[in-house]
């Protein structure tokens, strides 16, 4: 298949379902080799202003630090920190890093900073289109662990690659405040945003887990209309269900709100066809992806066309052909390929009754071709079953697209935790 790369993107209600990325090439996970295991990652956007998510994207730090807080999804004795230039056009200067043990919103527990090295330097720099990981630093974490990274970039970084609906806060402060364990300098109004910025992931050893689930897709996997702040995403609720029943291992969230199947978008990445070996099957320990992708490729051509939202109508056939490249793509890397159906959103501003039936066409084909090495029924799992083209009222958010805290229990109570 042809793959169209046009511009899209979408405004609030509809424009959350994206993801972004640059492909590199994964080796098969069979034939990985590595001590470390993934704990958390984030897929990379390239810089963008969006009126729904302010950020600050485009114009970059200097002589700021910049504090992000992420959940660790894995125990490890050591961990590292992988940092992302991936849309950098000159290379990214790090002047001092470090890790700590979150204590709360942008203060750290005394006692648990450590400085991040790379190659034992404490300064560092990232080339442009690439990723860097430090050294390993002996910060013992739990799962579900709040850890926090501090970067320090004493000269411009100009636009910066960033991640942009994070659903936590992350923080900025003028001058050097890489070992600070209060919160105190990032507190000022407008030193706060809801995206994470050149943050690619962490990653520990010396812990035991099966291989990473990775949950790829949009903002349904992102997680759009959860609690900010709370790690309710369908992601992080599969996780916390794994770890109840006794089957710990780390899930990743792949998804970028707004993005599609087919084209790329200048606010919502790369289109799934482009980014999937990179979001996917690039980690160290990919095991199993969960596919959740196609329903911005058939709500956006029924919004208002922007820079973001523009691109061509496509077709059920044109979607399940998406997918069988991705699927073509995991089997290559000896990856476990599941796919999720698209949830209902018929009380949406843009739903119409032409969606609906290629939305209905998609989930056919992904229940019943064969195609997947497993389905996970969303769909049903959400709708309302007397209007199945709706979902169910408790589970809606307010925009009746996405989903509240318990609708993405519901998504990860649909996951069969024997098809990981």
Not at 355 to 377: H, L, M, P
Request: charged fraction near 20%.
């Amino acid at each position: 298949m042809t793959t169209k790369k046009t511009a899209l993107a979408v405004p609030l209600a509809a424009a959350l379902l994206a993801v972004a990325g640059t492909t590199t090439a994964a080796a098969p996970a069979a034939a990985r080799t590595t001590p470390w295991h993934s704990a958390w990652g984030a897929s990379p956007q390239a810089p963008t202003h969006t009126d729904w998510f302010p950020n600050w994207s485009e114009e970059g730090f200097r002589n700021q630090s910049v504090r992000q807080v992420v959940r660790a999804g894995a125990e490890g004795t050591e961990l590292r920190v992988r940092l992302t230039n991936a849309y950098g056009k000159t290379p990214l200067r790090i002047t001092g890093a470090t890790v700590a043990r979150s204590a709360g919103g942008a203060a750290v527990l005394p006692g648990s900073v450590r400085t991040l090295r790379f190659g034992g330097a404490a300064t560092a720099a990232v080339p442009a289109g690439a990723t860097l990981a430090s050294d390993a630093v002996a910060l013992p974490v739990k799962a579900f662990e709040q850890v926090t990274v501090t970067l320090w970039f004493q000269g411009p970084t100009g636009p910066a690659t960033f991640h942009n609906v994070a659903m936590g806060t992350s923080y900025r402060a003028a001058g050097d405040h890489l070992r600070d364990t209060s919160g105190n300098a990032f507190s000022a109004p407008g030193d706060q945003s809801f995206s994470w910025y050149h943050l690619a992931g962490i990653d520990v050893k010396g812990g035991v887990r099966g291989r990473a689930v990775v949950t790829f897709g949009d903002s349904l996997t992102d997680g759009f209309g959860a609690t900010p702040g709370t790690d309710r995403r369908y992601p992080d609720a599969l996780a916390d269900r794994l770890a109840g029943q006794g089957r710990p291992r780390a899930v990743l969230n792949a998804g970028i709100a707004g993005n599609k199947v087919l084209n790329d978008s200048p606010c919502f990445g790369e289109s799934a066809l482009h980014r999937f070996r990179r979001d996917a099957l690039g980690r160290p320990d990919t095991g199993t992806v969960i596919v959740l992708q196609g329903t911005n490729d058939i709500i956006q051509p029924d919004m208002p066309q922007d820079r973001c939202t523009a691109g061509p109508r496509a077709t059920a056939q044109e979607i399940i052909a998406g997918h069988r490249e991705l699927i073509r793509e995991a089997r290559r890397s000896g990856v476990r390929i599941l796919g999720g159906t698209l949830p209902p959103y018929g009380d949406a501003a843009y739903w119409n009754p032409a969606a609906e039936a290629v939305r209905n066409e998609v989930n056919t084909w992904i229940r019943t071709s064969g195609s997947y090495d497993g389905v996970v029924d969303f769909d049903r799992a959400v709708a309302d079953p007397e209007h199945p083209q709706k979902l169910k009222a408790e589970l809606a958010f307010a925009d009746r697209l996405h989903l509240n805290d318990a609708g993405y229990r519901a998504m990860a109570g649909a996951v069969d935790p024997d098809s990981l």
